[in-house]
């Protein structure tokens, strides 16, 4: 029952939500990387985990299924 109160929950984790907000704002991975005090390769991490929980190939498909789904905004 908790889980009903607490309200829908989000597909990405916070720093996935992070990483695509950035993304959408036409950071390079670098840029996202240096912003966010990690790797490059854990922001590469973070959109290749969630383009695999969204079942798409690309990060401009992410990023369409993540508009479409009310995940982030543009």
Do not use: W
Not at 32 to 50: D, F, P
């Amino acid at each position: 029952m908790k889980d009903l109160e607490r309200g829908p929950r989000s597909l990405l984790t916070k720093r996935e939500k992070e990483v695509f907000d950035l993304l959408v704002q036409d950071k390079t991975t670098k840029e996202i990387a240096g912003h966010l005090y990690i790797s490059e390769k854990t922001v590469r991490n973070h959109i290749s985990n969630a383009m695999q929980k969204l079942g798409v190939k690309g990060r401009s498909q992410a990023v369409i299924e993540l508009i479409r789904l009310g995940e982030i905004q543009i």
